[in-house]
């Protein structure tokens, strides 16, 4: 699993002059998501998770997991200032940007024995490769009062890009039983993260005045592609 990126610092600022005033303040950038490396399990021996002999009826206890995730990126950070004058007045923000997640590794499982998995959401063989998903855009507000001019621009962040999954394959040459509800014999995924949201955006000005604010964008979401090949008896 690879570890989550850090979010970037928010910045808080403002300013007062009786001639003219100004105030920039700039969200922190971020970390990105730690990748996580390939995942190979290679299994020659039964396994059966007995829901008589487990804490919790054996619930969620699957013959195999193998999963390789990705980190998720860090959120940019907020941004909020302003700025009071009695001549001209200007106050800008700008959020912090969003960092990307990782990528999930490559996910090999090889089974040749018998797997009997019993109680609810337990899998006989469980795979997954997942990405990471974006850090969110980092917001942005600010307003500014000017007795002759006030402009005012707050910009947020976009969001992080989603990570990429990578192949999950699964081969599988023995039976295998499962007798709980959602318990697939063999669940392979490979699931591309969901991208990170744009910040919001928000700004206002009072006296002869420019104003503009926007959100960020989203992110996209990551790839992912998985197969299985089965021979076993059930």
Do not use: E, W
């Not at 950038?29 to 490396?37: C, E, K, V």
């Not at 001209?88 to 959020?95: E, P």
């Not at 996910?107 to 019993?118: G, K, R, S």
């Not at 955006?201 to 926007?214: A, E, H, L, P």
């Amino acid at each position: 699993i690879g570890g989550c990126g850090g979010n970037g610092g928010i910045s808080f600022g403002g300013s007062i002059s009786n001639s003219a005033s100004a105030s920039i303040n700039l969200g922190g950038g971020s970390g990105s998501g730690g990748s996580a490396l390939g995942v190979t399990v290679t299994n020659t021996a039964a396994i059966t998770t007995n829901k008589n002999a487990i804490a919790g009826g054996g619930n969620q206890s699957s013959g195999i997991i193998a999963q390789s995730i990705g980190g998720s990126g860090g959120s940019g950070g907020m941004s909020a200032g302003g700025g009071l004058s009695v001549g001209g007045s200007i106050a800008a923000n700008v959020g912090g940007t969003a960092s990307a997640g990782g990528t999930g590794g490559i996910v090999l499982v090889t089974n040749t024995a018998a797997i009997q998995a019993d109680g609810l959401q337990a899998s006989g063989i469980l795979a997954q490769s997942i990405g990471g998903s974006g850090g969110n855009g980092g917001s942005s507000f600010g307003g500014s009062i000017g007795g002759s001019a006030s402009f005012t621009a707050s910009v947020a962040g976009n969001g992080g890009v989603g990570g990429t999954a990578s192949a999950v394959s699964v081969y599988n040459t023995q039976g295998i039983l499962t007798d709980g509800d959602q318990s697939g014999a063999i669940t392979a995924q490979s699931i591309g993260g969901n991208g990170g949201n744009g910040g919001s955006g928000g700004s206002g000005s009072v006296g002869t005045s420019v104003t503009g604010g926007n959100g960020g964008n989203g992110g996209n979401g990551g790839l992912g592609a998985s197969s299985a090949t089965n021979y076993g008896g059930n």
